[in-house]
């Protein structure tokens, strides 16, 4: 049969080791012994059939091993199956053509194919002896032979290209500079590269064909296919040789560090060899999250691990190095964290529920940011109940019931039923409370109270409380009483007392107070004479007007009068994001507020800005407004202090070449 896929070097090497012996030690060698022959093919068609089992297709052997250990020999592939010693070598042979490990060859051109596909008559091994027309026949009829459908049989030789004993040729000079490339499958193809393989980075290869005897053998013509493991490399996918050469040589890139492998193949005759290098990663430029969770539960920490990579997402190793972390809720914990060869792990904790969150990292040069994620509220722990501060007499009162965690987060999730308590002369719209999945956490109810005065609800279950205090102001005016008259003198003026109630007996004062801004309080109430005197409080700066009404439609307004801010207290800027972009020029503005979140326009203080030196700022003396650029991407703080005040704010800004669509909450104190 015409030989195709098999390498002509490899058979001229087993030639070599055939004809090596004199034609006296073949003539020495008795014949026969057929049916021992036959029955250690017959074997080994047993453990082939156990290796199609297992992997579906033929084993991927030599034509002839190098040597014994060479573990690419069909007679070391198939050891796991049984297959050892005397099965490997046919009788009839003389035992000096036994140290490769076996006499037989294997017909090669059948590698990992399925052998339910091949035709009965396709040989799959046979007597090396075959190789050369020189050799007699191992046995009287001829070579012991076996077939693909499973039978051994004696036949005529099979039929090879002639050709000549291997000569001996120059061995391959290496240079010193090289990589160490380690060989998976013993091959005639030779690899050199450079001594160093950079992810990112150009590499030089060359290509040398080396013969059996591990000379060098020249290239005539023909075609070469490339592959690798690392898909992203770029490396050509076919090289061609249309003239004499003794090397070919290409250059590529590879993008995946760590262990790498490249196959190459000579298309014409099927010699390949696979190869084993390292890939480096290249510099550190970016920080990254592994395994990152798509949710937390605020106040829970998770673990997560934080790693260096260069551009292509390989791990870097670096020096002990401290990054800063930070999120758009400010609220993580904890804010710095210390990488060891690269790498962080430990956890991370939020206070604030929120969606779509980011978590940004840096440590002033190198910047990176997680992929975005949710904060869930914590376990529920607080009902709060949300209602106006003041209620009347007979009139029912909303009030809005929120589950809550100890962060104060609204617990969406929550399921559960809640009692109840309520004071004496008091109607309720129900006698409990029922959450479900629909109602995300809040509920609504009302309540009528008929008896003036502070009152107190309490709303609880088992595990959660929550109660509040509330004002209810008396109804309108139902009817007059007068106080007992004692004795008096005929002519002589007296004093009665009268008495104004609501039809539920509680005394009523006549009026309510109300201000334009809608945040006075009463601090002191008093009942006890016929006209009162109130102490309030009013906490929002501005033009103010107190309006006094009774419960029949009769108002009163005081003047126009100035509230003024308190001393002050807050520090905030307005226009700085948390993640902002390089090159970028930002409009910013200083705002000083009191302990009510008043502004104070006129603020006489002077406020310090420091700042790294990569960050402009440009400012008029004293002025509240300024802008601010930011030279390099990195982690900055920008300190602001008002030292005679004692005001102070620190900013913390993540800067990026080109920063994603990041929603950033306004910065205030709380």
Same mark, same amino acid.
């Not at 250990?69 to 297959?83: A, E, F, P, T, V």
């Not at 997680?370 to 909303?398: D, M, Q, T």
């Not at 719209?429 to 502070?454: A, M, N, Q, R």
């Not at 929550?466 to 209810?472: D, F, L, N, P, Q």
């Given at each position: 049969m015409?030989?195709?896929? @098999? ?10 080791i055939?004809?090596? &012996?004199s034609?006296g030690?073949?003539?020495? *060698?008795?014949?026969?012994? !057929?049916?021992q022959c ?6 080994i068609?047993?453990g082939?059939?156990?290796?199609v089992m297992?992997?579906g ?5 030599? @034509?002839?091993?190098s ?5 690419? %020999?069909?007679h070391?592939i198939?050891?796991?199956?049984? &297959?050892?010693?005397?099965?490997? #070598? ?44 020189r050799i ?16 051994? !049989?004696v ?6 290209p ?8 120059? /061995?391959?000079?290496?240079p ?15 690899l ?12 030089s ?9 591990? %000379? ?16 992203? !490399? ?31 193949r000579e ?18 430029e970016?920080?990254? @999250? ?5 949710? #937390? ?15 292509w997402?390989?791990?870097t ?21 210390k990488?060891?060869?690269g ?11 929120i969606e779509?969150?980011i978590v ?24 709060e109940l *949300?209602s ?5 007499a007979?009139?029912?009162l ?8 100890? #962060?104060?987060?609204?617990?969406k =999730?929550?399921?559960?039923e ?7 002369r ?11 999945e ?13 008896s003036?005065?502070t ?12 109660e ?6 008396s ?5 007059f009483s007068?106080?007992?008259i004692?004795?008096?003198? !005929?002519?002589?003026?007296?004093d ?6 609501d039809?539920w007996?509680?005394? *009523?004062?006549?009026?309510?107070l109300?201000?334009?801004s809608g ?5 002191q109430?008093? @009942? ?7 102490t ?25 009068? &100035?509230?003024?801010?308190?001393p002050?207290?807050f520090?905030e800027?307005?226009g700085?994001p948390?993640?902002a972009?390089?090159g970028?020029?930002?409009?910013? /503005?200083?705002i000083?507020?009191? /302990? ?9 203080? =002077? ?5 790294p ?6 400012r ?8 601010? &650029? ?10 602001? =202090? ?8 620190e900013?913390?800004? #993540?800067?990026f ?7 950033? =909450? ?5």
């Amino acid at each position: 049969m015409k030989r195709k896929g @098999f390498s002509l070097v490899e058979l001229t090497f087993v030639v070599g080791i055939v004809t090596s &012996l004199s034609f006296g030690v073949y003539q020495a *060698v008795k014949r026969g012994k !057929a049916a021992q022959c036959l029955n250690n093919l017959k074997q080994i068609y047993q453990g082939l059939s156990m290796f199609v089992m297992d992997n579906g297709v033929l084993p991927d052997a030599k @034509f002839f091993p190098s040597s014994p250990s060479d573990k690419n %020999g069909i007679h070391n592939i198939l050891r796991q199956y049984g &297959l050892k010693g005397n099965v490997w #070598f046919c009788p009839s042979l003389p035992s000096q053509l036994n140290k490769y490990g076996t006499n037989y060859i294997w017909n090669d051109e059948v590698n990992n194919r399925n052998p339910d596909n091949l035709p009965s008559s396709t040989w799959l091994m046979t007597e090396m002896t075959a190789v050369s027309k020189r050799i007699p026949p191992p046995h009287t009829s001829g070579f012991g032979i076996l077939y693909a459908d499973g039978h051994a !049989a004696v036949g005529p030789r099979v039929k090879f290209p002639e050709v000549k004993p291997s000569q001996k040729v120059e /061995k391959v000079e290496i240079p010193e500079k090289k990589i160490e490339v380690k060989s998976v499958y013993p091959s005639k193809i030779a690899l050199i590269t450079e001594p160093e393989i950079i992810a990112g980075k150009e590499t030089s290869f060359k290509i040398y064909l080396v013969s059996s005897e591990g %000379g060098k053998t020249p290239m005539m013509s023909g075609n070469f296919s490339i592959k690798t493991d690392d898909k992203k !490399a770029r490396i050509p996918s076919s090289l061609s040789v249309s003239q004499l050469t003794e090397e070919l040589k290409f250059k590529g890139t590879f993008y995946k560090a760590g262990k790498r492998w490249m196959k190459i193949r000579e298309v014409q005759s099927g010699i390949e060899g696979v190869f084993e290098f390292t890939v480096k990663p290249g510099k550190p430029e970016l920080f990254s @999250f592994e395994n990152f969770p798509s949710f #937390f539960i605020a106040g829970k920490p998770h673990k997560v691990k934080l790693v260096s990579t260069d551009k292509w997402g390989n791990r870097t190793k670096v020096s002990d190095v401290e990054c800063f972390l930070g999120d758009i809720t400010e609220t993580i914990s904890p804010e710095r964290v210390k990488l060891k060869d690269g790498i962080w792990e430990g956890e991370i904790a939020f206070t604030k529920s929120i969606e779509k969150n980011i978590v940004f990292v840096s440590d002033g040069k190198i910047t990176g940011k997680s992929r975005v994620f949710n904060v869930k509220a914590g376990k529920p722990e607080i009902v709060e109940l *949300v209602s106006s501060h003041e209620a009347y007499a007979g009139n029912p009162l909303k009030i809005e019931v929120l589950i809550k965690d100890r #962060f104060g987060n609204v617990c969406k =999730e929550f399921e559960g039923e809640l009692e109840i308590d309520i004071p004496p002369r008091a109607e309720i719209s129900d006698e409990k409370i029922v959450f479900t999945e629909e109602d995300e956490g809040k509920k609504e109810l009302k309540i009528t109270f008929f008896s003036s005065g502070t009152k107190k609800v309490k709303i609880y279950n088992e595990n959660i409380k929550g109660e509040r205090e509330i004002y209810v102001n008396s109804g309108p005016l139902a009817s007059f009483s007068i106080d007992r008259i004692d004795t008096q003198i !005929a002519g002589k003026p007296f004093d009665i007392f009268v008495k104004a109630r609501d039809k539920w007996g509680n005394r *009523v004062k006549g009026f309510t107070l109300k201000d334009k801004s809608g945040t006075v309080r009463y601090v002191q109430r008093d @009942f006890s004479a016929g006209m009162w005197m109130e102490t309030i409080v009013i906490t929002k700066a501005g033009e103010n007007i107190i309006t006094v009404k009774d419960n029949f439609g009769h108002t009163g307004k005081s003047n126009v009068f &100035l509230v003024k801010p308190g001393p002050p207290v807050f520090l905030e800027i307005e226009g700085l994001p948390i993640a902002a972009g390089k090159g970028k020029e930002y409009k910013c /503005k200083i705002i000083v507020k009191d /302990k009510f979140g008043n502004v104070i326009e006129d603020f006489k203080g =002077e406020i310090e800005i420091k700042k790294p030196e990569s960050v402009v700022i440009k400012r008029k003396e004293k002025s509240s407004e300024f802008s601010v &650029l930011f030279e390099k991407k990195g982690y900055f703080n920008l300190n602001f =202090e008002d030292k005679e005040n004692n005001l102070k704010k620190e900013i913390k800004v #993540f800067v990026f070449d080109q920063p994603g669509e990041v929603k950033n =909450e306004s910065r205030s104190d709380k």
